[in-house]
Nanobody, 120 residues
Framework: QWQPVESGGGLVQPGGSLRLSCAAP????????IGWFRQAPGKEREGVSC????????YYADSVKGRFTISRDNTKKTIYLQMNSLKPEDTGVYYC?????????????WGQGTQVTVSS
């Protein structure tokens, strides 16, 4: 069973940008809708964005609309999350997983996640 690998997190000031990657070389990731989720300290994991298998259909949580952009490169079996205008409340560990986008239900394995910290 394949497991995604998230990367690209870090420490950034409010208003800054980061681009996260979700890769699974040798997997069937390119056949699946993939979602990005995040978990802040003391909070439950929440859906952030989701993209259909062919890149048709993108979904965003209200809290990130207009600031985050999800995309994918199936030739590289990689999903991206471009995060702009970051806010302190975007802080958390970001995960990706195979997901049913219509109801934000993750069904695939989780990776280790990548930490995003937005702070001055």
């Amino acid at each position: 069973q394949w497991q995604p690998v998230e990367s690209g997190g870090g420490l950034v000031q409010p208003g800054g940008s980061l681009r996260l990657s979700c890769a699974a070389p040798g997997s069937t990731l390119d056949y699946h809708s993939i979602g990005w989720f995040r978990q802040a300290p003391g909070k439950e994991r929440e859906g952030v964005s989701c993209i259909g298998s062919a890149g048709i259909g993108t979904y965003y949580a209200d809290s990130v609309k207009g600031r985050f952009t999800i995309s994918r490169d199936n030739t590289k079996k990689t999903i991206y999350l471009q995060m702009n205008s970051l806010k302190p409340e975007d802080t958390g560990v970001y995960y990706c997983a195979a997901t049913t986008c219509s109801d934000w239900t993750p069904w695939g394995p989780w990776g280790q996640g990548t930490q995003v910290t937005v702070s001055s």
